[in-house]
């Protein structure tokens, strides 16, 4: 892989693309806690694994509009919301591309401005519940499905036996409804279902546990009566 620059990263919460609003993202990753175990008998440290814990700083331009980082992040009615929200940070523009993806609690919105400078908004998101993945996007950025379709595969070399973790965002859709799949392959050619997510009506985001192995060759597919939907999708091998 190559390096890459910050123009190759976008922020989706929740079925909503801030990139357009988010200017920086800080400390996106997790941290694991290490128990000390040492007993008199060691001459070194042991330690044992302890929780994971992982969040996201997002620094904004204040925009209130629908779809924008202010409402999004005022979403119960002008108070921070409640439920939890899918995150999802793609590090790259092309299917394959590592991401950043977990579902966390907003934990704060702070707003400044002055007579000299644009009004910024400062979001902080806080893992809840569940381990953070990085993962590899199955579409380069949103991709866009106008009926039924199938996205071009990723290539992994090899099957792996651990299960694993499905994330989808919805951003939009014209009309119907429209499920997503997670497909999986020995040979490119033929495929099979490895996880399915709910049927969206609108922008909607979600993230799905899968067990057992998963095929060398992954892709992203759309079924159902559609109108034009933006959707975004990552997977994550364990």
């Known amino acids: 892989m190559a390096k890459e620059s910050g123009l190759n990263v976008r922020l989706y919460v929740e079925g909503n693309d801030l990139s357009g609003d988010a200017n920086s993202l800080t400390g996106f990753g997790y941290t694991q806690e290490n128990y000390d175990t040492t007993t008199l008998d060691e001459a070194a440290v ?4 302890g929780r994971a814990d992982a969040s996201v700083g997002v620094s ?10 202010s409402a999004v992040a005022t979403a119960n009615s002008g108070k921070l919301p409640t439920v939890d929200q899918d995150v ?12 950043f993806a977990f579902v966390a609690k907003q934990a704060d919105y702070n707003v400044s401005g002055g007579t000299g400078s644009p009004i910024t908004v400062d979001v902080n998101y806080e893992v809840n519940g569940n381990v ?8 380069a950025f949103t991709d866009t499905h106008g ?10 070399s090899a099957s792996s036996a651990s299960g694993g973790t499905a994330y989808l965002q919805v951003f939009s ?7 997503f799949k997670v497909e ?19 922008a909607t985001a979600e993230r799905v546990a899968i067990t057992g192995t ?17 959707v975004a999708c990552a997977l994550k091998r364990d």
């Open 214 to 230: 998963i095929n060398r060759y992954v892709r992203l597919t759309s079924t159902g009566t559609f109108g034009t939907a933006i």
């Open 132 to 139: 953070p993945d990085f993962a590899e996007m199955l579409t």
């Open 88 to 99: 999802l940070i793609p590090l790259g523009s092309a299917i394959g591309s590592e991401c």
């Open 60 to 69: 904004a331009f204040f925009d209130s509009a629908s779809t924008h980082i």
């Open 173 to 179: 859709l014209a009309s119907g409804t429209v499920v």
């Open 46 to 49: 042991s330690r044992i694994i």
């Open 184 to 202: 999986h392959s020995t040979n490119n050619v033929s495929w099979s279902t490895l996880a399915t997510f709910t049927g969206a009506t609108g």
């Open 147 to 156: 009926s039924a379709t199938s996205n071009s595969s990723l290539d992994n």
